[in-house]
């Protein structure tokens, strides 16, 4: 009889199934929020895998996070042999995995004291976190905010934080988030590490990958082992996997980093200052002021970079009453803007407007699905 393929992992959705495979930081939901983090356009590479209960890849291993009153809670999922047989936990031991996250999660900087800052400084970020949809309170064992009748919610928004990611994955994330929304965003960058990346495991049949090395995108040079097409070329192969026009982006972009600073000398840029990084990033191609400023804060510590997009320039004009920028987004609009939330919100502006940011998103969706559900009614309305 042939061998039976091996089987894949099962995902684990609570920690009481299988407590020893699973471990906690204590992590009160005023200083993280999940379901708001992981959703907002900061990463592509998380999905709500069973309520409350997070899965993606962090660090080239699968996690699935949760959170439950002040724990947060995580496991790291086994990886695959060259046979398709797992282990059913890392290797990694749980002080790494911890400090992992608090790393990943920037849990050394603590978010109540600049809500209260940018609050008191900003009348209207304390009028848009106040009225933010969702409650921050004790988290009942399905994951879902709960909060108990009659007693006020401290700060709907609290818990909304900027992530620190690896550089070169934030970098070519979002040089594919121009002209694009944050689901088609979600599949080409899962797309990408299907075909680039390397597999780590299987959970439930559904494959996870690694993000693609520098390597594996610009093809290996070695005369022993030539490049088949699809590696020589990776723009062609991007284009084919309906990347479009930034299929050229992200091959030129991987290229100039492997040819230039290397991955490595991408990651030093969080020890020189904002605008040096900033011009760096710059100069490689596909990358403007946005998503610069974007790579700036999500992945080289530069706390003041604020990502400024038509969104947040409407902002600045119309609610601020910011006359910034001239009639068109150009770079000295960028700096302008930039400079003004950074003298209203202090130096980590570029926080406050993540906050911002995910609070319009939420309210952008929850209209969008209303709508959806108005349509609903009146489709059943016809039929009745």
């Not at 699973?22 to 939901?29: E, G, V, Y």
């Not at 009942?140 to 900027?162: E, M, N, Y």
């Not at 490689?284 to 400024?308: I, N, R, S, W």
């Not at 001239?326 to 130096?347: K, M, V």
Request: include cysteine; charge should be positive.
């Amino acid at each position: 009889a042939l061998p039976r393929p091996p089987a894949p992992m099962k995902l684990r959705d609570v920690p009481s199934a299988c407590p020893g495979l699973w471990r906690w930081l204590p992590c009160p939901p005023a200083e993280l929020r999940l379901d708001l983090v992981l959703s907002s356009g900061q990463t592509f590479r998380w999905w709500e895998s069973s309520p409350g209960a997070w899965t993606g890849v962090l660090g080239e291993r699968v996690w699935t996070l949760r959170q439950e009153r002040d724990r947060l809670w995580y496991t790291v999922y086994g990886e695959e042999d060259e046979d398709g047989h797992h282990t059913e936990v890392t290797k990694l031991d749980g002080a790494e995995t911890d400090q992992i996250l608090r790393d990943y999660f920037q849990l050394d900087v603590g978010l109540p004291a600049l809500y209260r800052a940018w609050g008191a400084a900003d009348p209207l970020f304390r009028k848009v976190a106040d009225d933010f949809p969702g409650e921050v309170a004790p988290w009942g064992s399905g994951g879902r905010p709960h909060h108990p009748p009659g007693i006020p919610s401290p700060c709907p928004t609290a818990g909304v934080r900027v992530l620190r990611q690896d550089p070169v994955e934030c970098l070519l994330s979002f040089i594919c988030t121009s002209n694009n929304h944050i689901s088609r965003i979600t599949a080409m960058i899962e797309r990408l590490c299907q075909a680039f990346g390397r597999r780590i495991c299987r959970l439930d049949a559904r494959p996870f990958h690694a993000f693609p090395s520098l390597s594996a995108l610009t093809g290996p040079p070695s005369p022993c082992h030539p490049p088949s097409p699809p590696r020589a070329d990776a723009e062609a192969r991007l284009r084919a996997l309906g990347f479009g026009y930034r299929a050229r982006f992200v091959s030129g972009s991987a290229r100039a980093i492997a040819e230039g600073l290397g991955a490595e000398g991408l990651r030093r840029l969080r020890t020189v200052p904002y605008a040096e990084a900033r011009r760096v990033l710059c100069a490689l191609p596909g990358v403007g002021t946005k998503v610069a400023d974007c790579v700036c804060l999500m992945a080289l510590d530069k706390a003041e970079a604020v990502p400024v997009d038509t969104h947040v320039w409407r902002i600045a004009r119309q609610r601020y009453g910011a006359a910034l920028g001239g009639r068109s987004l150009t770079p000295r609009a960028h700096q302008e803007i930039g400079d003004f939330f950074r003298g209203l919100w202090g130096p980590r502006a570029g926080w406050a407007q993540a906050v911002l940011f995910c609070a319009d998103l939420r309210k952008g969706q929850e209209a969008a699905s209303s709508r959806e559900r108005a349509r609903g009614s009146r489709r059943g309305a016809s039929c009745r």
